[in-house]
């Protein structure tokens, strides 16, 4: 099997922890040892040959990539890094990892933001998957433990061999729908993906025929010039009738938010978590985390994200996190 783990995206929603030069994958989190991407890394040289792994990313990323990988004892062909001119969401990403791939042959795609904590069970279930690749693309779905709106949402219809056929898929709906969805049994969308390279081109050329044709432009450049910006969820997922689902059972998370992250680590008994030398009284479940070399001092709050690097200070109420990448745009905007 071939595997491609997608790592160009800038995780805006972790900002100022991950920056445009340092994106949340790539960051090493205390309590993991590794980057996420690291652990993906490792991961998927569990389903494939290092030769058959290629990494779609950028040019700012490329020397990050090779540089975490030299750091786990591999060496890297670097032909296996697909550099992407400007980043147009996960559909051309993908796609482009197929198009070099050319062959016929099951492909993998990984996110490299993910923490997973059963890696055998991932393991197992992701070959298991492949007896369905003739027929379907296939996704693995998630049973939801709240009504997330920053998730695709994959209502599970008729019983197949392993899994089900996919009756709807919904990327990122409203958080009324969405707990809906949670009701009536909805799976969410790991982000994880398994399929035939012919199937897969099938798709794209039907539901996205704008991503189909700029691939045939022979520079990468002007293939990217055209090809529209689109996520793989938008663009074949919830348009395809050919898709499947596979519920797994891991603890598994998109660490893709400050409030993902607290509900994930370890908190004192005050739940707090704190990362850096402050000193913290009275004060309950807050996340805090400094890395710009001064001392942070809390006395009476709660519930509180603080994010304190060299040149950036984030204060943002617990819940609200996903909203920080609206200071990303901001700043983007104000060039
Ligand atoms: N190379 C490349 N280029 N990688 C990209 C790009 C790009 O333009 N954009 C995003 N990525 C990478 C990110 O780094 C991440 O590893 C992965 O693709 C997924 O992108 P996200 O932006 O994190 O997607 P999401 O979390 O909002 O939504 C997806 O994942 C959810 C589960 O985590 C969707 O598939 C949802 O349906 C799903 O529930
Ligand atoms: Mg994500």
Redesign the pocket.
Known sequence: MKSII????I?SRLFPLSREYY?K?FIKFKALGKSLFQLTFERTLKLSNIKDIFI???EKHKFLVLGQIEELGYNFNEENILI?PI????L??IYYGVKVIKEKDVIAVF????LIKDEDEFIKTVKEGVKLADNYLITFGIKPNKPHT???YIKPGEKLDIGYKVEEFK??PDLETAKEYVKKGYL????MFLFKTDIFEEEVKKLCPEVYEAFKEDDINEVYRKVPDI???YGIMEKSDRVAVIPINIKWS?L?SFDAIYEVFDKDDNGNIIHGENIVLNSKHNLVYTHGGKLVSLIGIDDLIIIDTRDALLICNKGESQKVKDVVKYLKQKG
């Open positions: 997608l790592a160009g995206g995780g994106p994958q779609i990313t950028n992407e980043g147009k969401n996960t051309p990403a996110p490299s933001d993910h920053g998730y695709g990327e990122k969410w969308n790991s982000g996520s793989i969820d998109d893709g």
